[in-house]
């Protein structure tokens, strides 16, 4: 790497800052979207940081960009670097009686019918503040919090073993759902034996929701066998609504059914609870922003 050149005025925070987006897209178009430039305009900021460094940061397999040695290294470095900057803008804003800047939340899909309940009054009481919401399954938010990617985090799984503070927000139940014809529909006290001649439709492995249902099933020595699998909660909504099967879903993303869409059946040993939790690293320098959101969305007791 040319040293001098990299320490010199050549490289500059903007062309830093499209890096960064680039590197968490994987897409010069789509990060040309988010940062609402021109995708030459990318291409060029992208050109000039690579001459800068003197070593590719992207590599092109087929038609998905990879981020090579370098640009994993140049994106581990940089991200202290935004966060050091990002606190200053929040704290200057702060002075003028603003809370002010982004708040960057990775929560895992189920919880997407929570958090927007949680947005919605937090930004109207701070117009300043920009989110950025990512949304992915339990393993896929996993990485992301152990590279540190965004503020905040949402599971109701939280990952076990790492120096986390894990804070409660509001219960989850996973309930069973079958078609509104279902034999069973309306009879209290099904055993789940009764539906064994069912299509049970679970969430792919990864996700959290299949690992809360695999361990309360592996509790009673009981195996499971999914005869489908669905990466979306909407899609096995509509397959079980469709008569396709049955299947175990957090209540949150029942919401705003239309009548006779599916059944919600009772059968013993359900709901499995479970609650939503906001997740960051212990330790972790939080934003004026993300301290603001805790205190915006947590309980009044906190534990
Ligand atoms: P999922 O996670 O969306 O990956 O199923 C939900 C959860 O953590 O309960």
Known sequence: MNK?????RQTTFRQLEVFRE??????VTQAAQALHLAQPTVSTQL???????????????????????????????????FEVLDRVEMRLAQL???????????VVTTSKYIVPGMLGPFCRQHPQVEVELRIANRNEVITRLMANTDDLY???????????VTRPLVENALVVIAPSDHPLAGRANVQWSDLAGDRLIL????????????????????????????????????????GLGIAILSRHTLAHAAPNEFVEL?????PI??????????????SPVAEAFIEAVLPVVNL
């Open 4 to 8: 001098t050149r990299f320490h010199t």
């Open 22 to 27: 680039v590197a968490v897209q994987l897409s």
């Open 47 to 81: 050109a000039k940081l690579t001459e800068s460094i003197g070593l590719p940061l992207f590599e092109q397999v087929g038609k998905q960009l990879y981020l090579t040695q370098a640009g994993q290294i140049l994106q581990e470095e940089t991200r202290a670097l």
């Open 96 to 106: 003028t009686g603003l809370t002010a800047g982004v708040l960057r939340l990775g």
């Open 154 to 164: 949402v599971f109701s799984e939280p990952p076990e073993g790492l120096d986390i």
């Open 203 to 242: 969430r792919e492995p990864g996700s959290g929701t299949r690992r809360a249902i695999e361990r309360h099933f592996a509790a009673r020595s009981e195996v499971i066998k999914p005869q489908m699998i669905i990466e979306s909660n909407e899609a096995i909504r509509a397959s079980v609504s469709a």
């Open 266 to 270: 009772d059968v013993v040993g359900f």
């Open 273 to 286: 609870w479970n609650h939503w939790s906001l997740v960051y690293w212990r330790g972790k320098a939080l």
